[in-house]
């Protein structure tokens, strides 16, 4: 497997070249955005898309481009944290090219597994070895609950980090995502094929609220996707219900309650024929992507909060860019959680969890020149062509608001009115610095102009998010 780094690597060059091929057409539009600085706020408001401030911190001439594969030396599991060493480093304006695989891939190693060599050295697990010993913030031992190292106290396989050159706190990392791919699958019997696992778990909001027999019961849905872009929708295969299973170092687990126990499907009832003539469309998108947080030394990868994390919103694909405020030196960027279609609220528990492939560009915005709605910035923000999206959370900074017990806490103390109002005071104050309104103007468009929904209530840290249109502010056309 080659180095992060090593752009000898062939298989770095072919994902150099394939981007070279998709961003020809757009590539002076793109290059002008990301290196020629100013503009700021006022061609913003001109042109309806956020122009890259005089703050971003970017080279001349070409960027540099990266590639970080995953395996079992380029990947944290079931955490953040400020004290990982990066596993590279870039410059204001690179691209890096990044796979996710999802922790989800146990659920079906045949399909999801097998034949992969950077997933086979993550899910590598025998009675005398796990190719990533620790999963979760949990204690490194494992004896508190006796599931596994970490405890499972974070679930996600996250890539990374990344450290951006010259990035502080206080600063911004702009996140461009320029393409998402699905992994293909590399066992030979599934040719064209990609797999993910959608798990109604014992965290979703359904669990205490079914009505057929057995309940309480966790069932595991496999979908496929096909890779050629032929088409663009997914659809069940077959479902399994999760009975206990045996780990390798001979752990029972009875509920889904540790991340990459190996499904031993000689004990599960595979039932097919299910959801039949429907088609779920894809939205291949990353559930985590975030920063450092600098409350912590190691953060529960489940709960997300200022740093990004697990947002869980479907809208995080490509063409989209997300700004994050820097925390710890370097910024620390990492991506996991890899999905290929959910719907606002992931009820119960999950999307389609499968492994996904990223381009990304990483530009650094310093705090002395931020301005708008850079300015201040304390939250993840997203933004599409069309929209800006304002996260909102039950508690903004969990792990300063609620104390030395917090990544415990937050579990039980979440609540969708919390998260409603957090979203709103963000929305507030982005019409009012952005847009220069009123706080009576702001009030009155976000009853009529703004979307507010359900990001998810699977994640500890419950999400609303807000949705403005761009175009509410293009003016009145004339003729």
């Not at 890539?159 to 706190?169: D, L, W």
């Not at 009875?254 to 299910?274: A, F, L, M, R, T």
């Not at 479907?314 to 719907?343: C, E, M, N």
């Amino acid at each position: 497997m080659c180095a992060g780094d090593d752009q000898t690597c062939p298989q770095f060059e072919l994902h150099r070249q394939k981007l070279l091929e998709d961003l020809d057409q757009e590539r002076r539009a793109l290059l002008k955005s990301a290196f020629v600085a100013g503009g700021g706020m006022a061609a913003w408001a001109a042109s309806g898309t956020l122009a890259t401030p005089a703050s971003a911190q970017t080279r001349l001439g070409q960027p540099t481009y990266h590639y970080l594969p995953a395996n079992s030396d380029t990947v944290h599991w079931g955490y953040f944290s400020k004290l990982l060493k990066p596993q590279l480093e870039v410059d204001s304006g690179d691209y890096i090219t990044i796979e996710a695989v999802t922790h989800h891939a146990g659920d079906d190693v045949e399909r999801m597994v097998k034949g992969d060599p950077g997933i086979e050295s993550i899910y590598l697990w025998t009675k005398d070895k796990k190719g990533v010993n620790r999963r979760g913030a949990g204690p490194i031992d494992g004896k508190q609950l006796g599931r596994g190292a970490g405890e499972g106290f974070g679930v996600h396989i996250l890539t990374g980090p990344v450290f951006v050159r010259g990035a502080e706190p206080g600063d911004i990392i702009e996140v461009r995502i320029m393409d998402v791919k699905p992994r293909p699958c590399a066992n030979p019997a599934y040719p064209g094929k990609s797999f993910g696992s959608n798990a109604a778990a014992w965290w979703g909001f359904h669990y205490n609220d079914l009505l057929t027999d057995p309940k309480p019961r966790e069932v595991c849905t496999i979908y496929e996707i096909d890779t050629s872009g032929q088409q663009n929708w997914a659809h069940a295969v077959y479902n399994f219900r999760w009975v206990p299973q045996t780990d390798p170092y001979g752990v029972v687990h009875k509920i889904i309650d540790y991340p990459g126990v190996p499904v031993d499907h000689s004990i599960v009832q595979e039932n097919y024929n299910i959801l039949q003539n429907v088609r779920i469309p894809i939205r291949p998108h990353f559930g985590v992507m975030g920063v450092a947080p600098k409350e912590a030394d190691i953060v529960d990868s489940i709960p997300p909060s200022y740093f990004g994390g697990n947002i869980d919103n479907w809208r995080i694909g490509k063409g989209a860019t997300l700004y994050y405020p820097v925390a710890v030196p370097g910024g620390l960027f990492s991506v996991g959680d890899s999905h290929a279609a959910q719907g606002d609220s992931e009820l119960c528990g999950t999307a389609i969890e499968m492994s996904l492939t990223g381009t990304f560009q990483l530009i650094l915005h310093k705090q002395n020149s931020l301005s708008g709605s850079l300015a201040g910035l304390s939250y993840p923000l997203l933004e599409t062509q069309d929209e800006w999206v304002l996260h909102g959370f039950s508690f903004p900074n969990y792990l300063a608001e609620l104390g030395p017990t917090a990544q415990q806490d937050i579990y039980k103390k979440s609540s969708i009115d919390l998260a409603l109002r957090d979203a709103f005071r963000k929305m507030r104050s982005f019409l009012m610095t952005t847009k220069g309104l009123t706080e009576d103007e702001a009030i009155s468009l976000m009853s009529i102009g703004v979307d507010f929904g359900v990001t998810q209530v699977v994640d500890g840290n419950w999400g609303i998010h807000a949705i403005i249109k761009k175009n509410l502010f293009a003016g009145i056309a004339t003729t």
